[in-house]
């Protein structure tokens, strides 16, 4: 899978990119991140409630995300995130900002957060950082306002 002009599949081109966290382990990465702007700790059922899924998923998930050395799970089921975590988990937040923003701008509405979610996780730095300056322009030039 080396030719940039050749077709796969969504799971083909997922698994050409070889990157170490999936769509729902950067979900979860993402929430922990931004609930930790609005509180001094998570916790495991805090972060089931705001993703909408068991509290066994989230434990799993939890471990994995350890594992991997984004957060340390702790007694009482409290998260906290490393400093690895940390700098990925403002990335996600970041990115999902970046998109999200650039939806309303685009439908002039707030029900895109559906539409974000999806594609989020299928984007390059490099796109976001593009779509980040063009909203930024479009605002700017009073093309389009939030």
């Known amino acids: 899978m080396n030719n940039a002009d050749e077709f796969y599949t969504i799971k083909g081109y997922q698994l050409n990119q070889h ?10 990465l993402e929430m922990i991140y931004r609930m930790l702007q609005h509180s001094q700790q998570v916790r495991v059922n805090e972060l089931s409630k705001s993703l909408h899924v068991k509290p066994s998923s989230t434990s799993k998930m939890v471990q994995q ?13 409290v998260i906290a995130i490393t ?39 299928f984007l390059s730095k ?21």
């Open 126 to 146: 490099r796109t976001v950082e593009n779509l980040n300056n063009l909203t930024n322009t479009l605002i700017a030039n009073k093309i389009f306002n939030l």
């Open 65 to 77: 995300l350890s594992d991997l050395g984004y957060i340390q799970g702790k007694k009482y089921g």
């Open 19 to 28: 990157i170490g966290l999936t769509s729902a382990m950067e979900d979860y």
């Open 83 to 121: 400093d690895k975590g940390e700098d990925l988990g403002r990335y996600l937040l970041h990115r999902h900002n970046i998109i999200h923003d650039f939806l309303r701008l685009l439908n002039h509405s707030d029900t895109e957060l559906e539409e974000a979610e999806k594609i989020e996780h």
